[in-house]
C-alpha cells in the first residue's frame, strides 16, 4: 500500500494536474528552454469536490548531474507526548550496625588501596634505585674502561716518544762525531798543506841557493857590476815569484778555512734546533704529566 502512494505520488508531481499540495517542482542547474506547445490541453474530469488529501510530502532535490533524491514524509509532527516515568522504589531502613559494617568495610578498602599503592610506590622505587644502581655501575665501568684505554694510549705514546728521542739523541750524537771528525780532518788537511808549502818554499830556497851559487860562479869572471844587477835581478824575480805563490796559497786556505767556519755554523746550527725540539718535547712531556695528576686528583675527588 506505501509503495504504491509513494508511486502514484511521484506520478503526480510529473504531471500538470497534481492534487498534492505543497509539492514543488525540481529545480534543476540548467534549465532547459521551455517549449510553447499550442496543442489544446484535455481536462479530466472532477470526482467530487470532497476530495481526502493524504498527509504524505514527497520534496524533490538534485544532488548531482542527472541524479535526483526524495524525501518521503508521512505524517506531520506529533504534538509533546508525556514520557512516562519510573515507579520510585520505597526507601529501606538502614540500621546503624549496618552502617558501620559498610563504613568499616570502607575503610578497609581504603587500607587496602592505600597499602597497595604503597606497595606500588615501593616496587616502582626499587626499579628506580636498581636502575640507578645499574647505570653507576655502568657509567663506573666505563670511567675505567676509557681512564685504561687513555693509559694505555699515554704509556703507548710515552714509549714512542721516549724512542724518538733517543733515537734523534743517536742520531745527534753520530752527526756531532762526523762534525769532530770533518774538523779534525780539515786540521790535519790544513797541517799537511802547510808542512808542504814550507817543504816546497825550502826546496825552492835551496834551489835559488844552489842557481846563485851556479851563477855567481859562472859570473865571478865577468864585471861584479854585472853580477851584482843580475843578482839582484834574480833575488826580485825569486822574491816576487815566491811571494805570488805564498799569496795564492794563503788565498786557498783562507778560502778553505771559511768553507770550514761556514759549515761547522750550520752543523751547530742545525743541533741547536735538535736541542730545542727535544727541551720542548721534554715540556709537552711535563705539562702532559700535569695533567694527567690534575685530572686523576679530580677524578678521586669526585
Do not use: W
Not at 7 to 30: E, K, N, Y
Not at 51 to 62: D, G
Not at 207 to 226: C, P, Q, V
Amino acid at each position: 500500500m506505501l509503495i504504491g502512494l509513494v508511486r502514484d505520488s511521484v506520478m503526480q508531481c510529473f504531471c500538470h494536474t497534481c492534487r498534492a499540495p505543497g509539492i514543488l517542482p525540481a529545480v534543476s542547474r540548467r534549465s532547459a528552454p521551455i517549449k510553447k506547445n499550442n496543442k489544446i490541453r484535455s481536462k479530466q474530469p472532477r470526482l467530487s469536490k470532497k476530495v481526502k488529501f493524504i498527509t504524505t510530502e514527497i520534496r524533490c532535490q538534485e544532488k548531482s548531474r542527472g541524479g535526483l533524491s526524495y524525501e518521503v514524509i508521512l505524517a506531520e509532527p506529533a504534538p509533546n507526548v508525556a514520557v512516562p516515568k519510573r515507579p520510585v522504589t520505597p526507601g529501606k531502613n538502614v540500621s546503624v550496625e549496618e552502617i558501620e559494617q559498610k563504613l568499616k568495610a570502607a575503610e578497609e578498602r581504603r587500607i587496602s588501596l592505600e597499602a597497595k599503592k604503597m606497595a606500588d610506590i615501593s616496587t616502582k622505587l626499587a626499579k628506580v634505585e636498581e636502575a640507578t644502581r645499574k647505570k653507576d655501575e655502568i657509567t663506573n665501568e666505563f670511567i675505567t674502561q676509557t681512564k685504561e684505554q687513555l693509559e694505555s694510549k699515554m704509556e703507548l705514546h710515552v714509549e714512542k716518544r721516549e724512542a724518538i728521542i733517543s733515537d734523534m739523541k743517536e742520531k745527534l750524537k753520530i752527526h756531532a762525531q762526523d762534525i769532530e771528525k770533518t774538523r779534525e780532518t780539515l786540521e790535519q788537511q790544513k797541517a799537511n798543506e802547510q808542512k808542504a808549502i814550507e817543504e816546497k818554499l825550502k826546496i825552492a830556497q835551496s834551489l835559488r841557493d844552489e842557481n846563485i851559487k851556479k851563477m855567481l860562479d859562472r859570473l865571478k869572471e865577468h864585471n861584479t857590476i854585472k853580477i851584482a844587477e843580475i843578482k839582484s835581478q834574480n833575488d826580485q824575480l825569486e822574491c816576487q815569484k815566491l811571494e805570488e805563490k805564498a799569496r795564492i796559497y794563503e788565498n786557498k786556505l783562507f778560502a778553505a778555512e771559511q768553507k770550514r767556519e761556514k759549515e761547522l755554523q750550520k752543523k751547530i746550527e742545525k743541533v741547536q734546533k735538535l736541542e730545542r725540539r727535544a727541551e720542548l718535547v721534554r715540556q709537552n712531556k711535563a705539562q702532559a704529566q700535569d695533567l694527567d695528576g690534575q685530572q686523576s686528583a679530580i677524578a678521586s675527588s669526585g
